[in-house]
Each structure stands twice: as C-alpha cells, then as structure tokens.
C-alpha cells in the first residue's frame, strides 16, 4: 500500500537555526498538509497545500514557516529560527482529493528536538 | 473557536467486549468526521470515516454520526489488547482544515 515518507525521523538542532522537514507525499495525491503534536498534546493543523501554493494555513503557521514542493515528488516546511516550543512531532500527510471528501494519511513523522 | 471534544478516558475495557468512544463538535457546517488510532509515539492511522448520519460498518468497527446532535461515536466489537491506543476523533467543516480532538485513551485489558 502507498504511504507517506517522512524524513528525518529526529532532528535535534539548536535554538536559532532553520530546519528543513521533508515529505513524499502518495503519488496520486493532490492534497498536502502539515501537522503538529506537541508531546501530550493535540494534532494541530498547521497548513494545506494545492496546486502549488497555500490553501489554507492556522493561526500557528506564521512567517516563521514555510512550506514548498521544490519538484514533483518532495513536500518540505522550513522552520526558521527555531525555538525551544518548536520541538514536536510534525506529520506529513497527503490526500487524493480534498479533505471533505477523502481521508488524509499520514507519514511516521518527523520528531523535533531544538536544544 | 471551532472545537472537537473527546473524553480523554482512560477508557479500560475487558478483552472481547464492546468498546465505546465518543466525540462532539461545535461547527454545526462539519460535513466530513474521521477516527484515526495513534499508539504511542506513532502517527495517526486511519480508522473510519463517515459523512451520512446513520451507522458505518467495516469489521470490528462501527462509526455512527448523529449530525443534529453535533455527535460522532466509534464503537470497536470484540476488543483485543492490540486496540489499546489513543483515539483520535478528527472533523473536517468544508474547507482544507482538519480538527482534530485531544483523544481517548483505550486500554483493553486481556
């Protein structure tokens, strides 16, 4: 069965760097989106993504992030500057058509640790 | 504030018995509801999903949807230890974003 790649599976950098989260979305799919989980906490939406550019973004996803499909296979979110309360899991995931009508899966995840 | 309100258990139930999760939401305009299950430390994995009132089944699991009184439940027949795990209820009001609530934590109990 397709799946979501994510990778890295842990990035540790230190406060003030720019971290790169990439994604390879399910082939077919047209719909890319950005979560977050803080530890013990909720998935949070961060951004959705369609035919190249932002369809919808939360309240978190400020100018700090940023996300870009640099080809036709990779979905990457740039974190700049980084902060101690970036540190979470961040979730790819990928849907075929939009996400009324169609389930998103997700990727294993990328856990991120800023020291 | 749109919101997806779940009871965050422990939920404990016996090994072979019915369990039962619930979830509530305040957007009267959500059109899409999903139940995913995460273990700990893993991603969220795909359960269910419903978009009619009424009941959907698919094996050990039934996802029933009562859109008048803003309610989504998710009930698991013959639970085994493996359904041990947080679930998530997640609802999706019409446009690119998805809700997700905080979870129930299931414990099956061989």
């Known amino acids: 069965e397709p799946e979501v790649t994510q990778t890295p599976s842990h990035q540790v950098t230190q406060m003030g760097q720019e971290v790169i989260l990439r994604c390879v979305p399910i082939s077919n799919h047209l719909y890319f989106y950005w979560y977050r989980q803080i530890l013990g906490q909720k998935v949070e939406f961060l951004v959705s993504?369609?035919?190249?550019?932002?369809?919808?973004k939360s309240e978190i996803f400020d100018d700090q992030f940023s996300v870009e499909r640099p080809d036709g296979s990779n979905f990457t979110l740039k974190i700049r500057s980084t902060k101690l309360e970036d540190s979470a899991m961040y979730f790819c995931?990928?849907?075929?058509?939009?996400?009324?009508?169609?389930?998103?899966?997700f990727g294993d995840g990328t856990r991120l640790s800023i020291l | 504030q749109k919101e997806v309100e779940q009871n965050s258990g422990p939920l404990s139930v016996p090994e072979g018995a019915i369990a039962s999760l619930n979830c509530t939401y305040s957007d009267r305009g959500s059109q899409s509801f999903f139940w995913y299950r995460q273990y700990s430390g893993k991603s969220p994995e795909l359960i269910m999903f419903?978009?009619?009132?009424g009941d959907k089944e698919d094996g050990r699991f039934t996802a029933q949807l009562n859109k008048a009184s803003q309610y989504v439940s998710l009930l698991i027949r013959d639970s085994q230890p493996s359904d041990s795990a947080t679930y998530l209820c997640a609802v999706n009001t019409g446009g690119f974003k998805t809700i997700f609530g905080a979870g129930t934590r299931l414990f099956v109990k061989a």
């Open positions: 995931a990928s849907s075929e058509e939009v996400p009324g009508s169609q389930p998103q899966h």
């Open positions: 993504f369609y035919n190249n550019e932002i369809s919808e």
């Open positions: 419903i978009y009619s009132n």
